[in-house]
């Protein structure tokens, strides 16, 4: 597969100084001049001031100058333009034309996680390999820290050509899908990197953000909740598809975000989807989802 994940991405926001103080309380660094770090990740996220919130651009990694080719060869067969970024020759620009969605593809090395918490233990009737101790997620006081921006959902009016160009131009695969409904496809490894929904207008619908386990789900989501409880939207519970557990907050924009742990990892060739129906899909277990998170409250603006 030629891409393998997200680098970064533009997210619109009216109030830049408000997204910023949440976006810090969520974890990620401030680089003070719009950048936000994660972990493992580097610069994922830039905050970019707009009249309406949405996302202004993906950044999607290549393994190398020869899948940036062969990429460029696919879209053009598609009648899509691209250019080489000014700054390098290792760069190639697209617009994704049902959405006008401005796409970077450039070179970069895969997320190599560092500092990564060590997995919980846990005590069964029968089988308590933890005496004598709380549970690691109680014990745990530092701030939670995203290892990196692993996936997004993006609204197009034109559910077929936005999937077409992520496959047939882009060489992404499809994990999961409901067919004209939402698609779930993925550049590397992750069950889901760009989830494409069909939608009235071009729409953000959520980011992801990776934590280590689902403690840290939970202990990011609850620090957030104590200082603004209007930033909860839906969890915490478990998808169905993915297998991610997940919480959904809401930044000062409206753009819903998501703490997510344990997402599914497929190897190329090995992986056969279930057929899914109506929004079993969503959730295996957690709270049933909000009605805003299945139509936002801006989605027929
Ligand atoms: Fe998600």
Redesign the pocket.
């Known amino acids: 597969m030629p891409l393998h994940r997200i680098t970064s991405i533009d997210v619109a926001v009216p109030d830049v100084a408000a997204a910023s103080a949440f976006y810090a309380a969520f974890g990620l660094i401030d680089d003070g001049d719009g950048w936000f770090v994660t972990r493992d990740g580097g610069r994922q996220l830039r905050l970019v001031p707009a009249p309406r919130r949405g996302l202004r651009r993906l950044g999607l990694a290549a393994g190398s100058p020869d899948d940036l080719d062969r990429i460029a060869r696919s879209l053009a067969a598609l009648d899509i333009d691209v250019a080489h970024d000014r700054r390098s020759d290792e760069c190639l620009v697209l617009t994704e034309p049902a959405t006008g969605l401005p796409i970077e593809l450039e070179v970069a090395a895969p997320v190599q996680a560092a500092g990564v918490l060590p997995s919980p233990v846990a005590n069964r009737p029968g089988d308590a390999p933890r005496r004598g101790r709380p549970a690691d997620g109680v014990r745990r006081t530092e701030p939670v820290r995203p290892s990196n921006l692993t996936?997004l959902?993006l609204g197009t009016p034109d559910f077929a050509t936005t999937l077409g160009v992520l496959t047939d131009g882009l060489g992404l695969e499809i994990s999961d899908q409901l067919p004209g409904v939402i698609a779930f496809t993925r550049a590397g490894e992750v069950h889901h990197t760009v989830?494409v929904q069909a939608a009235p207008g071009p729409q953000l619908h959520?980011v992801?953000y990776e934590v280590d386990d689902a403690d840290e789900v939970g202990r990011g989501a609850s620090a957030l909740l104590m200082d603004d409880p209007g930033r909860h939207v839906w969890g915490m519970g478990r998808?169905a598809i993915g297998s991610?557990v997940?919480w959904y907050l809401r930044d000062p924009a409206g753009n819903f975000v998501?703490y997510?742990a344990d997402v599914d990892r497929i190897d190329d060739g090995d992986y056969h989807p279930e057929p899914w129906q109506g929004h079993q899909f969503l959730y295996s277990w957690g709270p049933p989802p909000p009605a805003e998170f299945l139509e936002p409250s801006d989605w027929q603006d």
């Open positions: 996936h959902v989830a959520h992801a998808h991610n997940f998501e997510t």
